[in-house]
């Protein structure tokens, strides 16, 4: 079955303890996203991979950290969390995003940072 | 200005009428235009997709883009409870990034 894998789904976690949220696909795309998605603010994304070893900032990408070693793996790293990036966050792969290529998303994973 | 802007809501529809979805954009160089649907603690699921100015129908669902007037919309024909969702916009900017609007919580009422 093709898909977007996360996790872990659900944590809660303390102010400055290091995470990772892990993310794979099974469908060799070369695009793949993460956002987070807060209450009134819509999905905001926060770094994208245009393939393996290329990444770049999104809109809000600080405090986070990525990285791209394999084509199927996209993992999220929170080097010092803080309570504002108590968030939902989801990861997305696509082919592309040209032509219109669905972004195909994750479950999601909800992060309370205390 | 926000990127990609949609009227937050909630909307409510009947169940049989139709529901009608609008967004703007700021962008004047994005080619593609992405409706999602989004259920209460659900991952975004695409809906429709569209590039050119007109009309695209997909069973009960038809994207209608104005790029003169940069506006995308969704019109949801003989709603169901089951459309009660919120519906999320999203237009590329380039070939590397999509912009999501804050998305228009819908409601269906029986």
């Known amino acids: 079955e093709a898909q977007v894998t996360q996790n872990p789904r659900y944590l809660i976690t303390v102010t400055g303890k290091k995470l990772t949220v892990t993310c794979s696909q099974n469908m060799n795309h070369e695009y793949m996203s993460w956002y987070r998605q807060d209450p009134g603010l819509g999905l905001r994304q926060i770094y994208y991979s245009m393939n393996v070893e290329v990444t770049d900032k999104g809109d809000v990408p600080e405090g986070y950290k990525v990285s791209r070693k394999e084509k199927r793996n996209f993992p999220l790293i929170l080097e010092s969390p803080s309570p504002n990036q108590t968030s939902l966050y989801f990861c997305a792969s696509s082919l592309s995003l040209a032509g219109g290529h669905e972004q195909f998303f994750g479950p999601g994973t909800r992060l309370t940072v205390l | 200005q926000k990127e990609v802007e949609q009227n937050s809501g909630p909307l409510s529809v009947p169940e049989g009428a139709i529901a009608s979805l609008n967004c703007t954009y700021s962008d004047r160089g994005s080619q593609s235009f992405f409706w999602y649907r989004q259920y209460s603690g659900k991952s975004p699921e695409l809906i429709m997709f569209?590039?050119?100015?007109g009309d695209k129908e997909d069973g009960r669902f038809t994207a209608q883009l104005n790029k003169a007037s940069q506006y995308v919309s969704l019109l949801i024909r003989d709603s169901q409870p089951s459309d009660s969702a919120t519906y999320l916009c999203?237009?590329?900017?380039?070939?590397?990034?999509?912009?999501f609007g804050q998305g228009t919580r819908l409601t269906i009422n029986p």
């Open positions: 569209i590039y050119s100015n």
């Open positions: 999203a237009v590329n900017q380039g070939a590397q990034k999509l912009v």
